[in-house]
């Protein structure tokens, strides 16, 4: 069997509110947090884009990516930033894996990385490789008529852990989690008032959720070294279980002067660290104590494996960022005996239903807080050629 075609797409983001939109807005209690909510970033310095991500984010559309064996079977992966992903993959990764063993993950994934070396494998050229090599784990569970999970190793557990992300903290409870993680609203840029205001943030949410259910913080490359050891130290009595991603990703000796200066306290980082390079350097420095790479930015679920490895033989935790929120990642959390909890970010708004927030018609979603993820074959994402086209922008 040979690799017929690999076709990359822009597409509407999957990840969006999915065919309910009308129906969610009459059924909201009140808007979900993200939309008007400011949240600490690394463009907090600067006045005209402080007020929200959206402002310097960019509006680039979803990535798609068919690959079709020469037998008429096909995958379906996906991944970010529009027009320069899809132009990486149909100008210059796919035209060189035709004719290729698609079942060859491996080395495919392999072919990628030296492929896009003259330009860096990081960055763009990783949520490109991403999008292929998901695909092409897709088109091996659909031809073998298994779950990838069970390509994997089969399920680490019976049930999935899922902690919940964002602000609506009360809705949280209400559907079930366990755990929370708040998005911090202020950052290095705000002062020492950001530290009295993210207490008593801090401390709002940890009344309302109790003792009983783990509360988490993620700082989205907002802070430097001085100030998260300040708000850290502030944060104590609140009993976090970790914080995350307060750096700028690529300054690796602020993350070794972090944990050298708050070694008592857990850390979280790695979705916007690329390649299982970056993470075995991280791990050789031991910069975290749970590393977080992104399934649809960092290589792929190949590249996903190499990193759970290199965290286990160091003693370090993997919990993809999203994880939950898209089959790929529900199918290597549920593999994966590293990946204990997966993260579920809450984008509907209180009182719509999780399965009523994607655009996945096989995904299943969180409920009390588990997931299990679909036993159909591929990743179970639902998805026919048809629908995918419909999709296309």
Not at 290 to 308: E, M, N
């Amino acid at each position: 069997m040979k690799i017929a075609s690999i076709q990359a797409f822009a597409m509407t983001n999957p990840l969006g509110v999915g065919p309910y939109e009308e129906e969610n807005k009459a059924k909201a209690r009140r808007p979900a947090w993200h939309q008007n909510d400011e949240v600490a970033n690394p463009m907090s310095r600067y006045p005209r884009y402080k007020a929200h991500r959206s402002s310097w984010l960019g509006s680039y559309p979803a990535v798609g990516v068919i690959v079709t064996a020469d037998d008429g079977s096909w995958g379906f992966g996906s991944s970010g930033y529009g027009a320069p992903v899809v132009s990486l993959i149909n100008d210059h990764i796919g035209p060189l894996l035709l004719d290729e063993n698609p079942l060859a993950t491996e080395k495919l994934y392999d072919m990628m990385m030296r492929i896009t070396s003259p330009y860096s494998s990081s960055g763009l050229a990783s949520y490109a490789i991403s999008a292929v090599d998901l695909a092409l784990w897709d088109l091996k569970g659909r031809l073998l008529k298994m779950p990838v999970y069970e390509l994997a190793g089969g399920p680490a557990r019976d049930k999935q852990f899922c902690y919940a992300t964002g602000n609506d903290t009360d809705w949280h409870m209400e559907l079930g989690f366990g755990a929370t993680k708040l998005a911090c609203p202020y950052g290095t840029a705000d002062g020492l008032a950001a530290i009295n205001k993210n207490e008593d943030f801090v401390g709002k949410a940890r009344q309302l959720i109790g003792r009983d259910v783990e509360l988490m913080l993620d700082c989205w490359m907002a802070f430097d070294v001085e100030f998260a050891v300040r708000l850290a130290e502030r944060l104590r009595p609140y009993n976090l279980k970790w914080i995350e991603d307060c750096l700028i990703p690529e300054n690796m000796g602020a993350h070794r002067a972090l944990r050298d200066r708050l070694p008592w306290q857990t850390l979280a980082t790695g979705e916007h660290w690329y390649t299982p390079h970056t993470f075995f350097d991280a791990a050789k420095d031991r910069v975290a104590d749970i590393f977080q790479p992104d399934i649809h930015w960092v290589g792929g679920f190949t590249a996903c494996q190499r990193i759970a490895a290199i965290a286990d033989a160091a003693g370090l935790e993997v919990i993809l960022h999203a994880g939950m929120n898209t089959p790929f990642g529900q199918h290597f959390s549920y593999a994966n005996t590293n990946t204990r909890w997966g993260e579920y970010f809450v984008g509907g708004a209180p009182g719509i239903p999780s399965e009523r927030t994607h655009g996945y018609p096989g995904m299943a979603v969180p409920v009390d807080g588990y997931c299990v993820p679909s036993d159909a074959p591929g990743f179970g994402h639902g998805f026919t050629l048809d629908t995918l086209a419909a999709l296309k922008v």
